[in-house]
């Protein structure tokens, strides 16, 4: 038997509903706040990922799922969808039209990791994007909608941290400090974070290895070497925040190591994760689309691990499937022919139904229905049949109704829609 591939996985039709759950309140809460749609391909020039990622990290170090083409070009699953995002930006040129773009994306990302729970190698992210807008009332709006759509999934405990990174200016004295200060410690620092010290020591602030975390716990704090204008922006970020009421950390180890990456970064983190306790993550990338071939024009924006915030979604919301609104239990060959027109007809009405067609006894019909968690369920045998009566039972209350086969559309809706 051919089983799937390891590190992807299924999502079954009992899920679905989960996920289309979490799909509808973030389209609606990134529409309300101005967000559009954006749907870039999962394929693209590796390329793109080498330059906007970075060549010093995991993802293209050794996680990318890149393959050569017929014609030779080197080409990538997208392991994230900011990349796209930016080239789209630039190859349709949409700051001619306006510099302020705002768009979302919701789809799959691929990246080669150790598969464990909350890491798959197929995973789902949630994506903001949002071109030509430097001031930081952005920042601050970013971050509140990324925290409101926590609350209207009714998802609690979870904690923002943010840190700046600084800017071309001033970030190079930052990582002079910090590469002075790894060099004495570099006997705890893991292979990677030791080769990176010179061209990327920022790194070694994020790396998940329990010594690198040990050097680094007394490292400079980059907030300390901001030049003023970095400050100011940061302040008033975190100002706008604690005005909108939201709660946040600043965290000296949160960062990106990428020259691309400006100025306030953020992880949306929560205590039910274990081991993979990040969210969403997100931040400025005001260098990214003129080093990707466009304007210089600022950007913002975040992803949020769709997979990890389902684990996290409460209880309540997690069985959503609603069933069919109609199941239609037909006994004998004439009722079923007859049933499955109106059940038909129903569908075709917009009232969601679901006529069995296997054959099987009312017993075994009822069961099904209850399994199916449908609100009525409509039975037709040959002796309501002659009468030109069918049974509605509502499934719940366990009323049952008798209504005439003649407009049995219209009766079943005026039943239900009590
Ligand atoms: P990143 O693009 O690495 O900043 O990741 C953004 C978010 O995507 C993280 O906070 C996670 O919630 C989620 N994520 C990243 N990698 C994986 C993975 N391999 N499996 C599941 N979720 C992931």
């Not at 690198?212 to 007394?218: D, G, K, L, M, Q």
């Amino acid at each position: 038997m051919i089983q799937l591939v390891r590190g992807f996985k299924d999502i079954l039709p009992e899920e679905t509903p989960r996920w289309q759950h979490i799909e509808k309140t973030v389209r609606t809460l990134f529409e309300d706040f101005g967000f559009r749609e954006i749907r870039p391909p999962i394929l693209e020039k590796t390329e793109l990922f080498k330059r906007s990622i970075g060549e010093d990290t995991d993802i293209v170090e050794k996680e990318m799922y890149s393959f050569e083409d017929r014609n030779g070009d080197s080409l990538t699953l997208r392991p994230e969808a900011t990349a796209s995002v930016v080239r789209s930006y630039i190859q349709h040129k949409m700051y001619a039209a306006d510099p302020v773009q705002k768009m979302y994306t919701i789809g799959p990302m691929f990246r080669r990791e150790r598969p464990q729970k909350g890491r798959y190698r197929q995973f789902y992210q949630i994506n903001a994007e949002v071109f030509g807008i430097e001031s930081p009332l952005i920042d601050a709006q970013l971050i509140f909608m990324l925290v409101n759509l926590f609350s209207r999934l009714s998802v609690t405990g979870i904690r923002v941290h943010m840190n700046s990174l600084g800017c071309p200016g001033c970030r190079p004295d930052f990582k002079k400090n910090l590469s002075d200060f790894l060099a004495l410690k570099k006997q705890l620092l893991c292979e990677n974070c030791g080769r990176r010290i010179g061209r990327n020591p920022m790194r070694a602030l994020d790396c998940k290895v329990p010594s690198c975390r040990e050097a680094v716990s007394e490292a400079p704090s980059i907030l300390h070497s901001l030049c003023s204008n970095c400050r100011s922006h940061f302040e008033a970020v975190s100002r706008m925040l604690e005005q909108q009421g939201v709660g946040f950390e600043v965290d000296k180890r949160l960062v990106r190591g990428l020259d691309y990456y400006t100025r306030t970064t953020f992880e949306i983190q929560t205590g039910e994760l274990g081991a993979q306790s990040a969210v969403a993550g997100g931040g400025r990338y005001d260098g990214l689309v003129e080093a990707l071939g466009g304007p210089s024009q600022p950007a913002i924006g975040f992803a949020v691990g769709f997979d990890r915030l389902l684990e996290i979604l409460p209880a309540k919301d997690k069985n959503r499937d609603a069933g069919p609104e109609i199941f239609v239990a037909a006994l004998g060959d004439e009722s079923v022919i007859k049933a499955y027109l109106w059940a038909t007809d129903l569908s075709v009405a917009g009232i969601s139904s679901e006529i069995d067609l296997t054959g099987r006894s009312l017993k075994s019909l009822m069961k099904r229905a209850d399994r199916l968690n449908a609100a009525h369920v409509l039975i037709v045998g040959e002796d309501e049949l002659k009468k030109g009566e069918a049974i509605l039972r509502n499934m719940k209350t366990k009323e049952q109704y008798l209504i005439s086969v003649n407009g049995i559309v219209e009766n079943i809706r005026n039943i239900i829609c009590q």
